[in-house]
């Protein structure tokens, strides 16, 4: 199911990797804001499809493996009960990555 109905994968290519990552955290702090688990869930699907998105952005082969890793570690938090304080983490290392701290 496509959740960025306007969004394609030419759409996306013009954003920086930084700016990705910050979308990308966007949705991690969407998941600490909100109350029902189906929200927070539907925000992990939106995540997984930007970080697909991501993926399938040429420019970044050499990052594939960590944002991999991003994409396996939000999949146990999608089939288990969400830990608030490892979506805490991933909020922060995207947006500290957007701010140039990991570069």
């Known amino acids: 199911m496509q959740h960025h109905k306007t969004l394609t994968d030419k759409k996306w290519a013009q954003y920086s990797f930084s700016e990705q990552l910050l979308m990308i955290g966007s949705e991690f702090s969407r998941i600490l804001h ?9 925000c992990i699907e939106r995540a ?4 697909d998105l991501t993926l399938e ?16 570690v939000l999949g146990a938090e999608y089939i288990n009960k ?4 490892k979506i805490r983490r991933y909020y922060e290392y995207c947006l ?8």
């Open 34 to 42: 909100l109350k029902h688990e189906e929200d927070q869930k539907r």
């Open 48 to 51: 997984y499809e930007l970080i």
């Open 57 to 72: 952005d040429t420019r970044w082969r050499g990052r594939t493996k960590e944002l991999l890793r991003l994409r396996e």
């Open 82 to 85: 969400i830990d608030f304080r």
């Open 96 to 103: 500290d990555f957007s701010k140039g701290k990991n570069l």
